[in-house]
């Protein structure tokens, strides 16, 4: 499944909060191209500011002491805003979301550093060495997991993900039509492929098209994520297909022209 992974790192942070009585757990991957981590889940009582699915939330590891440690040494560490040796970029970080303490171990799969689990507490809650421990021994198993939820979204991905543009491929097609329940509103499907791409191969070269095809699936993918439950996907060639889940013809035309406009 596309979301296959997502799902194991909601699991386990939703387990890890309840484990430690956190008042939230999150999960973050270390990206070190942007020498930042991006916040993937967050989970249990979040600050207004923050979501549960963040899109594009990351924190610039060089303003953080204690994450670079982390990061680069493997050092798991707690802090609580009461402590005399608080760091002042946990203080920050804390007050700003509204919680009292904090604890914080690396996730490494394999040998590498793949990112880190990150509690918080409220009302008191204090992590010790011992909360230290128990969350070490949950990211060793969310290394294990997250290496075979890995390689389980990859074989997804080959599978149900046209290799070339990444949106769904036929199988995909097929699989959400049979997943149609056709007693419930009225679902429309769309076919549509591109006039003159055999020209355009044959005078600019295969690049030149695959690059169309990709803009194509782009535009289409884009229109498509604005309408709950829609699905556009490529049948191969020049050939696509979109999904509309509950549409009149009315509404489907709309759809057509709007694509047709965004496309050209």
């Known amino acids: 499944r596309a979301h296959y992974f997502d799902e194991v790192l909601e699991v386990i942070a939703e387990q890890a909060r309840s484990a430690l009585s956190a008042a939230s757990m999150s999960i973050c991957r270390w990206e070190p191209d942007r020498a930042a981590l991006r916040v993937l889940v967050n989970v249990g009582d979040l600050a207004p500011h923050e979501y549960r699915w963040p899109q594009d939330d990351y924190y610039e590891v060089a303003t953080f002491s204690n994450i670079n440690t982390l990061l680069r040494h493997g050092v798991s560490y707690a802090f609580a805003l009461d402590d005399d040796d608080c760091p002042p970029e946990s203080r920050e970080a804390l007050t700003t979301l509204g919680k009292e303490a904090e604890l914080?171990?690396?996730?490494?799969?394999?040998?590498?550093?793949?990112?880190?689990?990150?509690?918080?507490?409220?009302?008191?809650?204090?992590?010790?060495?011992?909360?230290?421990?128990?969350?070490?021994?949950?990211?060793?198993?969310?290394?294990?997991?997250?290496?075979?939820?890995?390689?389980?979204?990859?074989?997804?991905?080959?599978?149900?993900?046209?290799?070339?543009?990444?949106?769904?491929?036929?199988?995909?097609?097929?699989?959400?039509?049979?997943?149609?329940?056709?007693?419930?509103?009225?679902?429309?499907?769309?076919?549509?492929?591109?006039?003159g791409f055999k020209r355009i191969n044959d005078r600019n070269g295969h690049p030149a098209g695959d690059q169309l095809l990709c803009d194509v699936a782009r535009e289409l993918d884009r229109l498509t994520a604005a309408i709950d439950g829609a699905f556009a996907g490529r049948l191969g060639g020049d050939e696509f297909c979109v999904l509309l889940p509950d549409a009149t013809l009315a509404s489907a035309q709309v759809f057509a022209i709007d694509a047709t406009k965004a496309i050209r």
């Not at 198993?141 to 991905?157: K, P």
């Not at 046209?162 to 429309?188: C, F, H, K, M």
């Open 104 to 195: 914080a171990v690396p996730v490494m799969v394999g040998d590498a550093m793949w990112g880190v689990i990150w509690a918080t507490g409220t009302g008191g809650r204090r992590f010790d060495s011992g909360d230290m421990q128990l969350l070490q021994a949950i990211a060793a198993h969310t290394a294990v997991a997250i290496g075979r939820s890995e390689l389980l979204t990859t074989v997804w991905r080959y599978a149900f993900e046209d290799p070339l543009t990444g949106i769904a491929n036929r199988r995909a097609i097929d699989q959400r039509l049979s997943e149609i329940d056709w007693g419930i509103g009225y679902p429309v499907a769309l076919l549509c492929d591109l006039d």
